[in-house]
């Protein structure tokens, strides 16, 4: 199995997993405890109250209809993302609904709105890392921003303020304050989730032992390092400045020898959320001097 295979199929199954991770947040936590919510779950259990139609029936057939609405507005690639979700988490509801053990966890709400949000944000954070939509309620807003250059963040955040009212009008004041805090939790963790990777510190060194600095890197440490070509601000000197990205372990040590060879050395730490290049996302890959010579710069891993 080749790496792009094997990739779509660990996407495939993260945005499987996600989209069960949500269903049973909803029937473990928001359901039992009578919880209201955004999203295409709270259209949902807007509709169940005022029509009686099934929870997951309204889903399935809601997300149904938006499929088809970004597929003709957004684009077949577009539609072809979301396939999954779009009919994979009602049928998944619906099974999660039918099980009586999932729904007797907890009956403390402040629990289930905590607990609900975090698997919420999660799941839908996942699912987006993934590369795909969850679907239903998450396309309005995208075929607004394609036809209207409406924001799309903007939308969302007046669809999901719409759907709570709609279930603020049967709920108690106790159920708006959890539901509106339960939105506030999942979006704090979903933002979290897509922020999360694999967080690495960048440095940037100022020392007139760059040389040696640099030296120290690569060999004790076994990073790349870059040479940026910097001028002091005052003599407007040439000042040579190493910039290498390391991991959060290893910065003590990094911190250390710099010290060693140059205790008035300027550092400049920083967290990047993200790294991605050899040594970090993909095999580190050794040069020796002669076959690197052309080359004007080194990578950071």
Excluded: W
């Amino acid at each position: 199995m080749n790496e792009s295979v094997s990739k779509k199929l660990l996407n495939i199954i993260t945005i499987l997993a996600g989209n069960a991770i949500y269903a049973l947040g909803v029937v473990v936590f928001i359901l039992p405890n009578n919880l209201i919510t955004g999203g295409t779950t709270g259209l949902g259990i807007a509709f169940e109250h005022y029509f009686h139609i099934p929870l997951f029936l309204f889903v399935f057939c809601f997300n149904a209809v938006m499929f088809v609405l970004g597929a003709v507005v957004l684009g077949k690639m577009f539609a072809l993302t979301t396939l999954i979700s779009s009919f994979f988490y009602p049928v998944i509801l619906g099974v999660f609904e039918k099980i009586p053990q999932l729904s007797d966890i907890t009956q403390d709400r402040m629990l289930a709105t905590i607990c609900g949000g975090l698997m919420i944000g999660f799941a839908i954070g996942i699912v987006i890392r993934a590369g795909a939509s969850t679907g239903g309620m998450d396309i309005p807003p995208l075929v607004l921003n394609k036809k209207f250059g409406l924001p799309v963040s903007v939308m969302l955040y007046v669809f999901d303020f719409t759907i709570l009212i709609l279930q603020m009008l049967f709920s108690d004041r106790e159920q708006i304050i959890y539901g509106i805090l339960l939105v506030l939790i999942y979006t704090v963790v979903l933002d979290k989730v897509l922020l999360t990777g694999h967080a690495q510190t960048q440095v940037k060194i100022v020392s007139k032992k760059h040389k040696e600095i640099n030296q120290m890197i690569v060999q004790k440490l076994d990073r790349g390092s870059t040479i940026l070509h910097g001028e002091t601000g005052y003599l407007h000197t040439e000042q040579p400045v190493v910039m290498t990205v390391i991991s959060n372990r290893e910065l003590t040590k990094l911190n250390q020898e710099v010290n060693r060879i140059d205790p008035e050395a300027f550092m400049i730490i920083s967290r990047v959320n993200e790294v991605k290049g050899h040594g970090f996302s993909s095999s580190k890959i050794y040069r020796n001097k002669k076959s690197a010579a052309p080359a004007k710069q080194e990578s950071c891993s």
